[in-house]
């Protein structure tokens, strides 16, 4: 059973900075590209960063200078250091991985971790 359990949220002032950390189980960690995303409230789930499998990022062009996904094959970890936080960066973060079958794009979640960004 595939399971996240994201962690390393929490309460930070403006400009602060915050590492977020999931650990994967229950799939094949190592072959699998990850991304971490957010969801504010009333706004859709987006996509912050992701790494494939050979260590290769990709960034949102509004995050990029700012966050920093890195992953541990060995532990099966996936990270996102966040720096120079901003109110608007408040959100609830999830990492994920997908499997496509047959056309259909299926996505793994983990519960989330709260960051809330406030002076």
């Known amino acids: 059973q595939v399971q996240f359990v994201e962690s390393g949220g929490g309460l930070v002032q403006p400009g602060g900075s915050l590492r977020l950390s999931c650990a994967a189980s229950g799939f094949a960690f190592s072959v699998r590209s990850m991304g971490w995303y957010r969801q504010a409230p009333g706004k859709q789930r987006e996509l912050l960063a992701g790494?494939?499998?050979?260590?290769?990022?990709y960034y949102a062009d509004s995050q990029k200078g700012r966050f920093t996904i890195s992953r541990d094959n060995r532990r099966s970890m996936v990270y996102l250091q966040m720096n120079n936080l901003k109110p608007e960066d408040t959100a609830v973060y999830y990492c994920?991985?997908?499997?496509?079958?047959?056309?259909?794009?299926?996505?793994?979640w983990g519960q989330g971790t709260q960051v809330t960004v406030s002076s």
């Open positions: 994920n991985f997908y499997r496509t079958v047959g056309g259909i794009r299926y996505d793994y």
């Open positions: 790494i494939t499998t050979a260590g290769v990022t």
